[in-house]
């Protein structure tokens, strides 16, 4: 079989009427979706509050009490302070408050997260003010040229820079899927997209395959001056050591303005197929000509996407083509896959019904999902697709369900990647069976997987590593130059969920070793114990992740090296949060 292919993908069954997402009842309920993204659900001006306000506010900032809920509304803050910089002068401002005052600042962008950086559910918020960087700091200036490159505030959303880049004709090589994410939030935690160069490509100078912080050139954060005993803006470029803590930060700083590097726009196609065994596609290295490396080799560019007790999963395949193929639908707007991020009645009550502790119906609901998924294409016309990078490579919208995810990232070699795929799968698969011969459903949602480069200062012309990416290379392995990240995914309150996930977060952590290495998905989750959930393995948190970036890297651009850089410049932890000071005791 030809791992890349022309005919429309095998699905018989007809098209589900897509509907709009109904909001379940079941989280936290502190937002709310919209056509232009999540929201809070109140936000009362300073005179209407019904919390105490904060002494000696610095004026003319705009402050409100707002509700805020993450990414799986897991975490849901109401009693608790926003304000509204309209300058990055207005950051510094609230920093030199907050230290005066006993105060901690928590940048808030558009909350698509799962790790509690920015507060913990049920933590005391009394003395902590998020700082919302969405209505205001969202300034953009794109610099053409080949390679370009293009200016941001931490407030700018990826949809917002994707546009302006387009206009310009420039486009990043490889994007995450939502368009929502603010720059800043997306640079915080390492945000990546799928997809490598092919043997013989010659990419477009200045592409890069790791994560966004790769492509930093220079940033500004507002950091403590010992000089002057206050904190002020500071522009770090990529030579200089001490960004390196910055480039992938946790929250534990605030960047208010990052540049980055853009190669010129590509034209790509987007292949969706669905008459692939799952046994096939992740089956054993060298097994079949459907193996996900065929079409790694291929394309360079594939994500995979599998429901739970189904046998078919959704496989992307990207490549570049310059010219439009002859069959393909061009695409001239990105999110063209409208029933991804819209369900049904009938299924938002099948979920209700799961997680309520029908666990039985869960199959029904997968199958259903993966139906819908392929003959909705059909339907549509949109199985193979083809316009500027943006267009085909965006494709999760604010709309779509909120579900919980865990996410970690293998590093290993290229040569390797569908052993690590396989492994997981087995694994994975033996899991599900047990628990349901056990009469139990832990998992609901899909595994999705994708593949990336590793990142390395090289793709910017040289300067210093993102410290704390999970796509850091590892000099002492230069034959790990690709990442595999393995996500998969429950809705929240699902019972027995949290058992599944620690029991297969340890088999991820004991298995990739020696041949290759596991880091954390910093925005996912982790460190799971069956009793706590995620978040809550002190070994983990403790020992495994500082490990995961020291060993094999050089004296002085290690684990400690970057905490003691960002403590450095935060002397006071003014940028931080319970749950980070527990991860980086800081």
């Known amino acids: 079989m030809d791992p890349v292919r022309d005919s429309v ?14 909001l379940l009842g079941a989280a936290a309920g502190a937002a709310v979706v919209t056509a232009t993204g999540w929201t809070p659900l109140f936000r009362l001006t ?25 990414w799986s509304e897991q975490i849901a803050l109401d009693q608790v302070w926003t304000a509204v910089p309209g300058t990055a002068d207005d950051v510094v401002a609230l920093a030199n408050w907050a230290l005066a005052h006993g105060y901690q600042l928590r940048a808030l962008g558009q909350g698509h997260n799962w790790a509690p950086f920015l507060a913990s559910d049920g933590q005391d918020v009394s003395h902590t003010m998020l700082v919302d960087t969405k209505p205001r700091l969202t300034a953009i200036t794109v610099h053409p040229g080949n390679p370009g490159s293009i200016t941001a505030q931490a407030g700018a959303t990826l949809d917002a820079v994707h546009a302006a880049l387009e206009s310009a004709g420039l486009g990043f090589a490889a994007i995450p899927a939502p368009g929502d994410l603010t720059v800043g939030g997306a640079l915080a935690i390492g945000a990546h997209g799928t997809g490598l160069p092919v043997s ?6 200045g592409s890069a395959f790791g994560t966004l912080s790769n492509l930093v050139l220079f940033l500004t954060a507002v950091v403590w001056d010992p000089a002057s005993a206050r904190y002020l803006l500071r522009t770090f470029q990529r030579d200089d050591p001490d960004i390196g803590a910055f480039l992938v930060h946790l929250g534990r700083a605030f960047v208010t303005e990052v540049t980055l590097q853009v190669p010129v726009n590509s034209r790509m196609r987007c292949q969706n197929w669905f008459d692939i065994q799952v046994s096939d596609l992740f089956g054993a290295p060298g097994s079949s000509s459907s193996n996900l490396d ?30 439009k193929p002859w069959f393909c639908t061009q695409l001239d707007a990105p999110y063209p896959y409208t029933f991804a991020n819209q369900v049904s009645q009938a299924v938002s009550d099948q979920i209700k019904r799961i997680l309520q502790g029908d666990g039985g119906l869960t199959p029904t609901f997968t199958n259903g999902e993966m139906a819908t998924a392929g003959s909705a294409m059909i339907a549509l016309g949109i199985w193979d697709v083809w316009g500027w990078s943006k267009n085909v490579m965006l ?22 990647v569908q052993r690590v795929v396989h492994d997981f799968y087995v694994t994975y698969q033996a899991q599900v069976t047990a628990a349901q011969n056990a009469g139990q459903y832990p998992v609901n949602c899909p595994v999705e997987l994708r593949i990336t480069g590793v990142d390395t200062p090289a793709a910017v012309g040289g300067g210093a590593e993102a410290l704390l990416s999970p796509a850091r290379a590892r000099p002492d392995h230069p034959e790990w130059d690709t990442v595999v990240w393995l996500d998969f995914a429950t809705y929240p309150g699902t019972p027995n969920s949290a058992a599944f996930f620690a029991q297969l977060d340890q088999w991820i952590l004991g298995h990739y070793t020696g041949w290759s290495m596991v880091r954390p998905e910093w925005s996912k989750g982790w460190a799971h114990t069956a009793s706590g959930g995620p978040w809550t393995n002190s070994t983990v948190i403790g020992t495994t992740w500082p490990d995961a970036f020291r060993t094999g890297l050089p004296a002085g651009a290690q684990w400690s090296d970057a905490v003691a850089t960002l403590h450095r ?3 006071a932890a003014v940028f931080s949060s319970p749950f980070l000071k527990q991860l980086l005791g800081a």
């Open 46 to 70: 300073a005179d209407a509050a019904t919390i105490s306000p904060p002494p000696e506010f610095p004026p003319g900032i705009t402050l409100t009490q707002q509700a805020f809920s993450n």
């Open 9 to 22: 993908p095998v699905n018989p069954d007809p098209p589900a009427g897509p509907s709009r997402r109904a």
């Open 294 to 323: 065929q079409y790694l080799s291929a394309t360079g560019r594939v994500e995979a996407i599998w429901f739970p007790f189904t046998t078919i999963p959704w496989l992307k395949v990207w490549s570049v083509a310059p010219d």
């Open 395 to 416: 494709y999760v919208q604010p709309t779509t369900l909120r579900i919980f995810e865990g996410g970690w990232a293998v590093l290993c070699a290229r040569a390797d």
């Open 569 to 571: 410049y935060d002397p």
């Open 200 to 205: 013989g490509e010659q990419p477009p100078a």
